[in-house]
């Protein structure tokens, strides 16, 4: 459903009281986004969008300050009969610099995977309180590792669709038998934080952005995401993410390897589910599985 810039301003002057000024659409991977001088505006136009815009904006007012963008208004609005989920966010300074960052440097890489560690460090020790706690353990299914055994029944469930070789069967049934039972799971997480939802400004990163699948989990869930889209700089965000997590290397390689394998086979289970073998990203996710069984990067 297009919502158009005009309605999107309406949906602005009525939540802040005053006329926002010029509004531009923007290409986002989930929501309508609408920016304007300084107010961003999400817009979900679906039961299944409107649900993860109503997780965020729960759990915004209470997130640790200088983390996100901060939450001015959020509420619900009329489209032709149909009711559609907002919520309006102050406009931080800065760009995402991208999944696999394509235009930065190195050197800049390096500084903001330090920034960037800072600040999931401030997520991972904030302590919430019941009703944001209520909201981190609701239940979201967003494909991520959560132990040995549930590993093991996707990759039968995929094993069964018949997409997969005998050997990418074997590989992944022995990346699921070196996983641990359990994942961790007491500690917020973002559970999203590839380079394409967090803003940079010159050298510094300015913040962290859509928590839409924000949960209980295990840091390396978050430091997972950070290493595996830094594109030609992975080894330089890997240094810098061991370096100030004080896992041995060799352990924090396992539990990415354990979330890459999650991740790729529920997104192919999923693209199986509905039947769509030309979904966007499935024979990515199927070239980058047979990777992680073959001897993956992590390995």
């Known amino acids: 459903m297009d919502l158009g810039v005009d309605r999107a301003r309406a949906i602005l002057l009525d939540a802040l009281g005053r006329d926002p000024g010029p509004v531009q659409a923007v290409d986002s991977l989930s929501q309508s986004v609408f920016l304007g001088a300084d107010v961003v505006l999400k817009v979900s136009t679906s039961a299944e969008q409107g649900g993860r815009l109503d997780r965020e904006t729960g759990l915004l007012p209470h997130l640790p300050q200088g983390l996100t963008a901060p939450l001015l208004a959020a509420g619900t609005a009329d489209l032709g009969g149909t009711t559609i989920r907002y919520a309006c966010q102050t406009r931080v300074p800065g760009s995402a610099p991208g999944i696999d960052l394509p235009t930065a440097d190195e050197t800049s890489v390096r500084r903001w995977a330090v920034q960037a560690i800072g600040m999931l460090d401030l997520l991972h020790g904030w302590q919430p309180d019941d009703d944001a706690g209520r909201i981190l353990g609701d239940g979201v299914d967003d494909g991520s590792f959560a132990g040995r055994a549930p590993l093991e029944q996707d990759i039968d469930a995929l094993s069964a669709t018949g997409i997969l070789s005998d050997r990418t069967v074997d590989g992944l ?42 949960r209980w989990g295990d840091p390396v869930d978050d430091w997972f995401f950070l290493i595996r889209f830094s594109g030609a700089f992975r080894s330089a965000v890997l240094a810098e993410v061991v370096g100030a997590s004080g896992l041995p290397e060799e352990d924090f390689r396992a539990g990415c390897e354990h979330r890459e394998a999650a991740h790729l086979v529920s997104d192919l289970l999923q693209a199986s589910a509905y039947g769509d073998e030309g979904a966007p990203g499935g024979g990515r996710s199927l070239l980058e599985l047979d990777e992680v069984v073959r001897g993956s990067w992590w390995a």
């Open 173 to 214: 049934a022995a990346v699921a038998a070196r996983a641990p039972r359990r994942r961790r799971s007491d500690v917020p997480v973002h559970a999203d934080c590839h380079w394409g939802n967090w803003l940079v400004h010159g050298r510094d990163v300015t913040a962290l952005l859509d928590f839409e699948w924000a």
